[in-house]
């Protein structure tokens, strides 16, 4: 199969800028074998490689990405690895019971896998924080709608902590939040730090990572052949932990669903503007309303910074313009200014977008799609714990492992049709936009 689409990543890795630069790329050159080939080195294809080198130690493991590793989708987030219920297709967090509890167990799986990997591989805890997060309430919708989630949560038997107006200020340092509501169970990661942690552990002279090296062909002889512009790598089988770009590769057309969120990172603080502030040096905020504005601040490589995300749009050319980013960013200011007028004169120094994948079912494109291809893709808008989870079970898929979780994942349906187009790209970013005008100061 001819690979139809490579990535490409609008604006700067913020996140991975803060950090020193890394060791110059090592590309694939020449005619490579080995016993399994991971396609993409985000949360997926590094968990998945984690998850092969336990089940098979034995056995050589190549990994090949289009660019640096911490330069695409997984270095592009906003850093929440949520274990609780969280649709961006929804109208609020919750949802049928029984579904949230297995989705949360899912979670919950992904986050524990992850954590082992940032004990293993000695990572920070500015790279990995099991510290819960705070959804934050600026109106009194958003208020009632965290005392309709606080009650879905106990109906799941899920400890959270309501939070007032004074302890918001206290935390955030601004008066725009009514309330909040803290749940412990999400980690906070400094995303490019905790995917070039995982890398830099997974690396030895059994596992191989490959940059700068984007898969341009893949067919199956006796074994399968993955070639780029530099070489091609052997092997008999394959995990594809490449999201939304499963379309590139030929799986799955007119049922996945690209969708670009957008942030911006201010410039460091200085200690005038730390001292207007206030609040805490470390925490991390998601909205009340869905399509509302998550906001973080961080502390530490890089000095301290706040960081605005919100817009969503549905792009199935799976690129934006710089023009677009001009214009999503108009929206980061506005958001920005209104929380923190404080800090009217400390300005954004990078912007970006990511690319997330969503199914119109909410299920993963997961599996054994042809022999000895395995896919761990579409990770529906919560790429950090489900990436890290769908490539974990991929590989035990591939390696015969059998568990409870595995065939949870096996059993859902695959993902459904979309209408055609023009008409999914009108309903998707009509929707959408409503949903962020509805959001009001929630946004």
Same mark, same amino acid.
């Given at each position: 199969?001819?690979?139809?689409?490579?990535?490409?990543?609008?604006?700067?890795?913020?996140?991975?800028?803060?950090?020193?630069?890394?060791?110059?790329?090592?590309?694939? &050159?020449?005619?490579?074998?080995?016993?399994?080939?991971?396609?993409?080195?985000?949360?997926?294809?590094?968990?998945?490689?984690?998850?092969?080198?336990?089940?098979?130690?034995?056995?050589?493991?190549?990994?090949?990405?289009?660019?640096?590793?911490? &330069?695409?989708?997984?270095?592009?987030?906003?850093?929440?690895?949520?274990?609780?219920?969280? #649709?961006?297709?929804?109208?609020?967090?919750?949802?049928?019971? #029984?579904?949230?509890?297995?989705?949360?167990?899912?979670?919950?799986?992904?986050?524990?896998?992850?954590?082992?990997?940032?004990?293993?591989?000695?990572?920070? %805890?500015?790279?990995?924080?099991?510290?819960?997060?705070?959804?934050?309430?600026?109106?009194?919708?958003?208020?009632?709608?965290?005392?309709?989630?606080?009650?879905?949560?106990?109906?799941?038997?899920?400890?959270?902590?309501?939070?007032?107006?004074?302890?918001?200020?206290?935390?955030?340092?601004?008066?725009?939040?009514?309330?909040?509501?803290?749940?412990?169970?999400?980690?906070?990661?400094?995303?490019?730090?905790?995917?070039?942690?995982?890398?830099?552990?997974?690396?030895?002279?059994?596992?191989?990572?490959?940059?700068?090296?984007?898969?341009?062909?893949?067919?199956?002889?006796?074994?399968?052949?993955?070639?780029?512009?530099?070489?091609?790598?052997?092997?008999?089988?394959?995990?594809?932990?490449?999201?939304?770009?499963?379309?590139?590769?030929?799986?799955?057309?007119? $049922? *996945?669903?690209?969708?670009?969120?957008?942030?911006?990172?201010?410039?460091?603080?200085?200690?005038?503007?730390?001292?207007?502030?206030?609040?805490?040096?470390?925490?991390?905020?998601?909205?009340?309303?869905?399509?509302?504005?998550?906001?973080?601040?961080?502390?530490?490589?890089?000095?301290?910074?706040?960081?605005?995300?919100?817009?969503?749009?549905?792009?199935?050319?799976?690129?934006?313009?710089?023009?677009?980013?001009? $214009?999503?960013?108009?929206?980061?200011?506005?958001?920005?200014?209104?929380?923190?007028?404080?800090?009217?004169?400390?300005?954004?120094?990078?912007?970006?977008?990511?690319? *997330?994948?969503?199914?119109?079912?909410?299920?993963?494109?997961?599996? &054994?799609?042809?022999?000895?291809?395995?896919?761990?893709?579409?990770?529906?808008?919560?790429?950090?714990?489900?990436?890290?989870?769908?490539?974990? *079970?991929?590989?035990? *898929?591939?390696?015969?492992?059998?568990?409870?979780?595995? $065939?949870?994942?096996?059993?859902?349906?695959?993902?459904?049709?979309?209408?055609?187009?023009?008409?999914?790209?009108?309903?998707?970013?009509?929707?959408?936009?409503?949903? %962020?005008?509805?959001?009001?100061?929630?946004?």
């Amino acid at each position: 199969m001819k690979v139809s689409k490579l990535p490409v990543n609008p604006g700067p890795a913020a996140w991975n800028k803060l950090l020193a630069d890394p060791a110059p790329a090592t590309p694939l &050159e020449g005619r490579q074998t080995a016993d399994w080939l991971v396609i993409g080195a985000g949360f997926a294809g590094l968990a998945a490689a984690r998850r092969l080198s336990q089940l098979n130690p034995g056995d050589t493991i190549v990994i090949l990405e289009a660019g640096r590793v911490a &330069e695409g989708p997984a270095g592009r987030n906003s850093g929440f690895m949520i274990d609780l219920p969280h #649709d961006l297709s929804s109208s609020d967090y919750g949802g049928a019971l #029984d579904a949230d509890l297995a989705q949360t167990q899912a979670n919950r799986a992904g986050i524990r896998f992850a954590a082992e990997m940032a004990a293993d591989y000695g990572l920070t %805890e500015e790279a990995f924080s099991p510290s819960g997060k705070v959804n934050a309430a600026a109106t009194e919708k958003g208020h009632a709608h965290n005392l309709a989630y606080a009650s879905h949560l106990a109906a799941m038997g899920e400890s959270y902590t309501l939070i007032n107006e004074a302890g918001m200020r206290e935390m955030t340092g601004t008066n725009y939040y009514h309330s909040g509501l803290f749940t412990p169970g999400t980690a906070m990661i400094q995303p490019a730090m905790f995917v070039r942690g995982v890398a830099d552990g997974l690396r030895s002279n059994r596992v191989r990572i490959l940059e700068n090296s984007p898969v341009t062909e893949l067919t199956r002889k006796r074994n399968w052949i993955a070639k780029t512009p530099g070489g091609q790598v052997t092997a008999p089988r394959v995990i594809l932990a490449v999201n939304g770009h499963a379309n590139s590769f030929g799986f799955f057309p007119s $049922r *996945l669903m690209h969708v670009f969120t957008y942030a911006s990172m201010t410039q460091p603080l200085g200690a005038r503007e730390i001292s207007k502030l206030g609040g805490n040096p470390v925490w991390g905020v998601t909205p009340a309303d869905p399509l509302g504005t998550t906001v973080r601040r961080v502390s530490g490589t890089g000095g301290d910074r706040i960081i605005i995300r919100n817009r969503f749009t549905y792009d199935p050319m799976m690129q934006v313009s710089d023009r677009r980013i001009s $214009r999503v960013a108009q929206d980061h200011d506005r958001a920005f200014a209104a929380r923190f007028p404080m800090l009217s004169g400390v300005g954004m120094e990078y912007r970006w977008g990511g690319m *997330l994948c969503l199914s119109r079912n909410a299920v993963p494109a997961f599996g &054994e799609r042809d022999k000895g291809l395995f896919l761990a893709c579409c990770q529906n808008g919560l790429g950090t714990a489900k990436g890290t989870l769908s490539g974990m *079970l991929a590989a035990e *898929l591939a390696s015969g492992h059998n568990s409870k979780m595995l $065939r949870q994942f096996m059993a859902a349906e695959d993902p459904e049709r979309l209408p055609p187009e023009p008409l999914t790209w009108i309903g998707a970013n009509a929707t959408m936009r409503w949903g %962020e005008m509805r959001a009001g100061k929630e946004f």
